[in-house]
């Protein structure tokens, strides 16, 4: 028995109108979700840059150091302002970038080592950092970084005043084994010294290059040195290497106590090529950033005479 001519024609004209329909469906589904999704992805990204500047921790609570140094719990106060906690708060959107906003700012740098706010360069904010966020900062004319302050006082909050600089974030990208990697490199304000480090988006291998998100294996990182001694143990900043090396193995068997060991992390078992993208990505986006760290630096040392 065949189909009639006509219901076979009917039965494709609805199916292509059904498709049609759910298109547009789909269409206005996505367009009314961009922006609370790229609202999520701008704090997960603030959250990301908290953790490497230790105002975070890794388990999302909020830290403050304490008269010996040492972390401690916090809850947020009036102005993003952290107070000292006995108990663990995971806190809100609202607080985490109630603290971001007042602990980091933005800023721009050149290959002179010269500093711009994005008003003065003459540059939008916004479009300079969807327009480059996928390719990296570094190798624009003038340079994304970040400065963070240390934990307002509550006078600092009513003269609306930022504390002193506490240190800088460097947006940091590459390529791991199979896709870009994306993170974030804090140094404190002496230009060299590493206070924390995340990797925020990346498409490595759950267990092996993966591990490059684990707090465990980051937590090498406080206290390494960006410029690499010298084998007398000094640093010429002008020549020295710059970066830290991911090591195939364990840093101890690899280079001893060498002064290169302060510059250099253990690597992930099975993920030798991971490792080196991340060497190769600190090593490339950190060096056109040479001249403003050594003023950084020398800027630090001046106020220590």
């Not at 002008?238 to 101890?252: F, P």
């Amino acid at each position: 028995m065949s189909i009639p001519k006509s219901q076979v024609g009917y039965t494709l004209i609805f199916m292509v109108a059904l498709s049609f329909i759910c298109a547009i469906i789909l269409s206005v589904l996505a367009a009314a979700l961009a922006g609370p999704q790229e609202i999520a992805k701008d704090l997960d990204r603030s959250r990301e840059m908290l953790i490497s500047t230790g105002i975070l921790n890794p388990s999302g609570y909020f830290q403050v150091q304490n008269e010996q140094n040492e972390y401690v719990l916090a809850k947020v106060k009036d102005g993003g302002r952290l107070e000292a906690s006995s108990v663990q708060i995971i806190p809100t959107s609202d607080e985490v970038l109630s603290v971001y906003k007042a602990r980091v700012a933005s800023f721009l740098v050149n290959d002179k080592g010269e500093e711009k706010t994005f008003k003065e360069a003459g540059i939008d904010e916004s479009k300079y950092l969807a327009d480059f966020r996928k390719t990296g900062y570094y190798y624009q004319p003038w340079m994304l970084s970040y400065k963070f302050f240390l934990n307002p006082s509550e006078e600092d909050l009513k003269a609306k005043k930022k504390s002193p600089v506490e240190g800088y974030v460097f947006p940091v990208n590459g390529m791991g084994l199979w896709a870009a990697i994306y993170g974030y490199l804090a140094i404190k304000n002496d230009g060299n010294t590493v206070i924390g480090i995340s990797w925020y988006d990346h498409k490595e291998t759950p267990g092996l290059g993966a591990d490059i998100s684990d707090p465990a294996w980051q937590k090498q990182f406080p206290g390494k040195l960006i410029f690499q001694e010298s084998a007398d143990g000094k640093t010429d900043f002008e020549t020295a290497a710059l970066g830290i090396t991911v090591v195939k193995g364990k840093v101890a068997e690899v280079i001893g106590t060498n002064p290169k060991a302060k510059s250099a992390v253990d690597g992930m078992a099975g993920a030798t090529l991971t490792g080196n993208g991340v060497t190769d990505a600190y090593k490339t986006v950190l060096s056109p950033y040479r001249s403003f760290l050594i003023e950084v630096h020398d800027e630090y040392e001046k106020k220590q005479k």
